[in-house]
C-alpha cells in the first residue's frame, strides 16, 4: 500500500501529533555535567575556548552541583587541575587533592547528585601523557597500580562512580580488584571503554591544562578509522568488570554508538566532548547557526544513536531549554 492511502505527513501536521509519535524524547535524565576543579577558593575562571565552562575552587564547585541539581541533571563528573605535577601523578592519589576534597564537599552539601571521577594520569603528570613515561614510551603495566590507587583514593572520598579514561589495557580489572580488596564493591566503574585518538579534545586540553609536553596519544587511544575494535575495546572492559561503557567522542562516531548499543545491553554513554561544544558556541556567537535548535539536534542524535547517558558541556542550557 502506497500513496494515495499513506501520506506519512499526516502526523506531522500539528506539534501535538510529532510529539505524540516522537520516537526519541530528549531528557535531562542521563546527563552528566564535566567540571574542572582547581586550587584555592572562590576561584572561577572562564576556560578561553569553552563560552560558560570554568576552572574552579572546590567552594565554588559546591555551588553549581546546587544549581546542577535544581535544573534536573542527576550527575556529574570531576576533572582535577593540581598543585603540582610530576612525572607518575603522584598529586592524583593524595587525599587532600582537588578531586577528593570537591568530592567530600559535594557529598557535605547534602546534594543527591551522582559524583562521577575521571581516573587518568594526563592531567596529573609533568610530560602529560596518560601513564607512565619512559624512553619515550608510555608504559601500560607500571599505569595500573597508579590508576587503581587514584581510583580509590575517589571511592574514599566518596565517589559513586569512576570512570577510567586513559586507555591503558588491563586498568578496569586493576580498579575493579583494589576496589573490591578495600570493600568498595559498591563503587561502579563507567569504562571509557571506546576512546578514540580525536583533534575533537583540544579546548578540554587548554580546561584541564593536560596537553603531552610531546609526541601524541596514538599508542594508546583508539585509530579514528577502525570500528571492529570498538566491539573489542568493549568486549574486554566487560570481561574486567566494567558496569557501563562509553564511547568518545560522539558526533564523529555515532556510527559506533549504535553498534555497540546493538551488541551489549550494559548502560551506554557518549561524550559529546569540548571540541563538539566548542564549535557549537563558536558559530553561534558569530550568528551563523541558531545554538539551541542545534544542540537540541545534537544531543537528540547522540541519544538516538542509541546513547543512554550523554556526558555534555551543553547540559545546564539544555535542561534550562526543555524546562520553557
Ligand atoms: C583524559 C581525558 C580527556 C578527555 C576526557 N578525559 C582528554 C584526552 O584524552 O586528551 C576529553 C574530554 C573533552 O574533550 O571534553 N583524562
Given amino acids: 500500500m502506497s500513496f494515495p492511502i499513506q501520506r506519512p505527513r499526516r502526523l506531522r501536521r500539528t506539534e501535538a501529533l510529532?510529539?505524540?509519535?516522537?520516537?526519541?524524547?530528549?531528557?535531562?535524565?542521563?546527563?552528566?555535567?564535566?567540571?574542572?576543579?582547581?586550587?584555592?577558593?572562590?576561584?572561577?575562571?572562564?576556560?578561553g575556548s569553552m563560552p560558560g565552562v570554568y576552572q574552579q575552587s572546590v567552594d565554588q564547585i559546591v555551588e553549581e552541583c546546587r544549581e546542577v541539581e535544581s535544573l534536573g541533571i542527576p550527575a556529574v563528573i570531576l576533572f582535577g587541575l593540581p598543585e603540582s605535577k610530576?612525572?607518575?601523578?603522584?598529586?592524583?592519589?593524595?587525599?587532600?587533592g582537588v578531586v577528593q576534597r570537591a568530592i567530600e564537599a559535594i557529598k557535605a552539601a547534602k546534594l543527591s547528585l551522582l559524583v562521577i571521577t575521571d581516573v587518568c594520569?594526563?592531567?596529573?603528570?609533568?610530560?602529560?601523557?596518560c601513564g607512565v613515561v619512559e624512553h619515550g614510551e608510555v608504559l601500560n603495566d607500571p599505569t595500573l597500580e597508579i590508576l587503581a590507587q587514584q581510583a580509590l583514593s575517589h571511592a574514599r572520598a566518596g565517589a559513586d562512580i569512576v570512570a577510567p579514561s586513559d586507555m591503558m589495557d588491563g586498568r578496569v580489572g586493576a580498579i575493579r580488584t583494589l576496589l573490591d580488596g578495600h570493600k568498595f564493591e559498591n563503587v561502579a566503574i563507567l569504562a571509557y571503554a571506546v576512546k578514540y585518538c580525536s583533534g575533537f579534545y583540544g579546548p578540554f586540553r587548554e580546561a584541564a591544562d593536560s596537553a603531552p609536553k610531546s609526541g601524541d596519544r596514538r599508542s594508546?587511544?583508539?585509530?579514528?578509522a577502525n570500528a571492529r575494535e570498538a566491539i573489542k575495546e568493549v568486549a574486554l572492559d566487560l570481561e574486567e568488570g566494567a558496569d557501563m561503557v562509553m564511547v568518545k567522542p560522539a558526533l564523529p562516531y555515532l556510527d559506533i554508538i549504535r553498534a555497540v548499543r546493538e551488541r551489549?545491553?550494559?548502560?551506554?554513554?557518549?561524550?559529546?566532548?569540548?571540541?563538539?561544544?566548542?564549535m557549537v558556541k563558536a558559530a553561534a556567537q558569530k550568528g551563523w547557526i541558531d545554538e539551541k535548535r542545534v544542540t537540541l539536534e545534537i544531543l537528540t542524535g547522540i541519544q538516538r544513536a542509541g546513547a543512554d547517558m550523554i556526558l555534555t558541556y551543553h547540559a545546564k542550557d539544555v535542561a534550562r531549554w526543555l524546562k520553557n
Fill in 220 to 224: 594508546y587511544q583508539m585509530d579514528p
Fill in 121 to 129: 594520569l594526563c592531567e596529573y603528570t609533568d610530560h602529560g601523557h
Fill in 264 to 278: 551489549v545491553d550494559v548502560p551506554l554513554g557518549a561524550y559529546n566532548v569540548s571540541g563538539e561544544y566548542a
Fill in 18 to 47: 510529532r510529539g505524540l509519535v516522537r520516537e526519541t524524547r530528549l531528557t535531562t535524565a542521563g546527563f552528566i555535567y564535566p567540571m574542572f576543579v582547581c586550587p584555592g577558593m572562590n576561584v572561577r575562571k572562564e576556560v
Fill in 86 to 96: 610530576d612525572p607518575r601523578g603522584a598529586s592524583s592519589l593524595a587525599k587532600t
